[in-house]
Structures are given as C-alpha cells and as structure tokens.
C-alpha cells in the first residue's frame, strides 16, 4: 500500500463521514428520530452506490486503485460498512454459494447484534 492510495482513503473517509452526519441529521429531521430512518437510508444509499461504483470502477475501469481507494474504500466505507456487507453477500450468492451467502448474513447480522450486546453489557459494567 502507497502513501497516494492512504491520500485517497482519507480524503473519501472524510467526505463520506461528512455525507453520513448530514444525511442522517436530515432524514431524522424530516422522518422523526423513534427509528432509524437516517442510517437506513445511508445504508441503503451506501449499498446503492457500492454495487454502481462496483460496476463502473472495478468492471469498466478495471480496477484502478486510486478510484478505487477513494471511492470504495473510503468514501463508502466511511458512509456505511453496510454496503461492503451487501456486496460481499451479493457475490457470494451470484457466485453458486447461495447457503454460504445467507450463513454470512445471517452471522453477521447475529453475531453483530450479540457484539453490540456484549459491549452494552461489558461497558456498564466497568462503568
């Protein structure tokens, strides 16, 4: 990994940071916060673009790594780790591994809650 592509993943990572604070802040604003409208929408957002910069950066470009790293990398994956999730079990599914994409899903989607869980409980119990 060079300095460049480090350049590229920071700058993406700030500007999709940004975009999700703003994002969320205003479909809260406008959806009502009760549920999490505004990191759905990012997530889904995210997903969105993942699978169009997906196609146009790694398919048409064949890969560049500064788009990639800028776009991929860091913009999306600042804006939503979700969207890499999507992909991953997209191409596992499109790849005849249908079971093991829905396993990942479905531990991902467990097993996260569970960490979630497990941090909750661990932290207010040391605080």
């Not at 990994?1 to 700030?14: C, I, K, Q, R």
């Not at 990639?68 to 804006?79: K, P, Y």
């Not at 591994?97 to 040391?126: D, E, K, N, P």
Request: aromatic share 12%; charged share 5%; with cysteine.
């Amino acid at each position: 990994m060079s300095v460049p592509h480090l350049v590229y993943v920071a700058l993406g990572g700030a500007l999709g940071a940004v975009s999700r604070y703003l994002i969320v802040a205003w479909v809260s604003n406008v959806a009502g916060a009760k549920f999490p409208w505004g990191t759905l929408a990012v997530n889904l957002l995210g997903s969105f673009l993942l699978g169009t910069a997906f196609v146009y950066v790694v398919e048409k470009l064949h890969g560049q790594p500064e788009l990639r790293s800028l776009i991929m990398v860091g913009f999306l994956g600042a804006l939503t780790t979700f969207s890499t999730f999507s992909l991953e079990a997209w191409s596992l599914m499109q790849s005849d591994q249908l079971l093991q994409g829905l396993a990942y899903i479905l531990m991902s989607v467990i097993l996260c809650l569970f960490a979630v869980s497990a941090g909750i409980a661990l932290t207010r119990l040391i605080l």
